[in-house]
């Protein structure tokens, strides 16, 4: 096995150019000083809630990346599956944005459990959206266990890719259902989604500027990740060719190693 | 040979090895009976809780039972090169898929009828509508296998897969562990009529998952 047979190139298993990468990096680094000093003291309080309401300027954005890094992966999935566009890129793709997806969705439960008890006075709410993303939390943790098994990268990126569909397929009858089971059986629950009802002005303005700041924090993230996972393959890649070649080495009389 | 004439010669295989070998009846069933017993220490039985919340527990005995007997679907072709040998006879893997899906089916059948019959004596619960309980069971079963054996064949080969297969399977299910928990409650002395709706989305979650299974299994099935 000659290095050039590679189906990668390390030089060349990056998502965005060097600069790009490092250009998004610092443009999510001052979003997100932005969005700190607009979130804790440009945008006012809530009338209703107080301080508390400020959770949404991180709660909405690991919301919106969760949902954000999940269709990333049923994408690149899809992408893997059909014949004429499957390329690793889109397997490593599939499994480094799922990941980020479950870090963002454990972060969302835990932001909203955080809001929740400070603005209904309980952590949980057994509420149609919260039901949801738990669910979603669980599948996409399965799906991640499911990669982490992989032994043959070919034969594992088919299966992952269509267990990652399976699981984006199930979401909406997930929601679905539970939307339904909460509504059929449970007039009103503490959680009313018009609690803070208008937002306007700086607070508008202060949550596009967590979208914005989160997404470009995703996408560095995402661009980050592949490479750490593609250079991870390649040291695999190149152990094993030193096991083989040193085995061969070993089998072979001395003197006839090198060639 | 038709697919149906596949489809049957898949099913009747693993049925036999079941008749054989009687796993399921040793040992799943068996369990599925412990499950109930340890509900009802659980939950207090003397205050009425138990017929309460029957259909939950029902429903959460068959998941738990169900999980075993879809392992032990793909166990049977570990050994002695089975996988290969079934691979090699050019079925196809639709056929195998739904060949399997109907054996599991009908062990989750005759789990659920000694399991209900389990919890009417146990528990105590009122029968409103037979129905209701059929068919919402029916339904639900044929979910159960078809998305299990998906994900059965997805996680098998692999040195995880015991403790893989249900963390794969069960977030994937919930809309089946609601759906029929919903629609039992109605037919365990609820109101028959609230079931339909329950059914009718059980039916649509098995529709889907037979579909995905007959499309994706080939190509699991190809590289397992």
């Known amino acids: ?259 | 040979m038709s697919l149906a004439g596949e489809v049957r010669l898949v099913a009747g295989k693993d049925l036999r090895i079941e008749a054989r070998s009687r796993v399921t009846l040793a040992q799943v069933l068996p369990f599925g009976g412990i499950v109930l017993l340890l509900f009802a220490f659980a939950l207090d039985p003397d205050r009425g809780r138990l017929a309460a919340v029957a259909p939950g527990l029902f429903w959460v005995a068959v998941l738990l039972a169900a999980l075993l007997a879809i392992g032990r679907s793909f166990a049977i072709e570990q050994q002695n090169g089975a996988r290969d040998g079934l691979r090699l006879s050019g079925i196809d893997g639709a056929a195998v898929f739904l060949g399997k899906t109907i054996a599991v089916a009908a062990q989750l059948l005759l789990l659920e009828v000694v399991l209900g019959l389990g919890v009417a004596v146990l528990y105590g619960v009122d029968v409103t509508s037979v129905v209701v309980l059929v068919v919402a069971g029916v339904a639900a079963t044929a979910g159960l296998a078809a998305t299990g054996t998906l994900f059965g064949v997805l996680a098998a080969g692999l040195r995880t897969r015991e403790t893989l297969l249900p963390l794969l399977l069960l977030p994937v299910i919930t809309p089946v562990m609601l759906g029929a928990t919903r629609a039992f409650e109605s037919g365990l002395g609820g109101e028959p009529a609230e079931a339909w709706p329950w059914i009718a989305l059980l039916g649509a979650f098995a529709v889907l998952y037979v579909s995905v299974g007959v499309l994706a299994f080939g190509p699991l099935w190809e590289d397992s």
């Open chain 1, 1 to 259: 096995m000659s290095q050039g047979s590679r189906d990668h190139d390390v030089r060349e298993a990056r998502l965005l150019g060097p600069r790009v990468s490092t250009g998004i990096g610092w443009g999510a680094l001052v979003a997100l000083f932005l969005l700190g000093l607009f979130g804790l003291w440009g945008a006012p309080p809530d009338e209703v809630q107080g301080d508390a309401q400020r959770l949404m300027y991180v709660h909405v954005p690991t919301a919106w990346l969760a949902y954000l890094a999940f269709f990333v992966t049923a994408i690149a999935s899809a992408l893997y599956l059909w014949p004429r566009t499957r390329a690793r890129v889109w397997d490593r793709l599939a499994g480094v944005s799922a990941e980020l997806g479950v870090i963002f969705t454990g972060l969302t439960l835990v932001l909203g459990s955080i809001w929740g008890r400070a603005v209904w006075g309980v952590w949980w709410a057994w509420d149609a959206r919260l039901v949801t993303t738990a669910v979603l939390f669980f599948l996409y943790l399965g799906y991640l266990a499911l990669r982490r098994t992989s032994e043959d990268p070919s034969v594992g990126a088919k299966r992952n890719a269509i267990a990652a569909l399976i699981a984006f397929i199930d979401v909406p009858i997930v929601h679905f259902s539970v939307e339904w089971w909460r509504t059929l059986h449970q007039q009103a629950t503490v959680f009313n989604p018009r609690l803070s009802a208008e937002i306007s002005g700086v607070m508008a303005w202060t949550l596009w500027l967590s979208v914005l700041a989160f997404t470009l924090l995703y996408v560095f993230l995402l661009d980050r990740r592949y490479r750490l996972a593609a250079l991870e393959d390649d040291l695999d890649d190149r152990e094993l060719d030193r096991a083989i070649a040193a085995r061969v080495a070993d089998a072979q009389p001395a003197g006839m190693a090198s060639s």
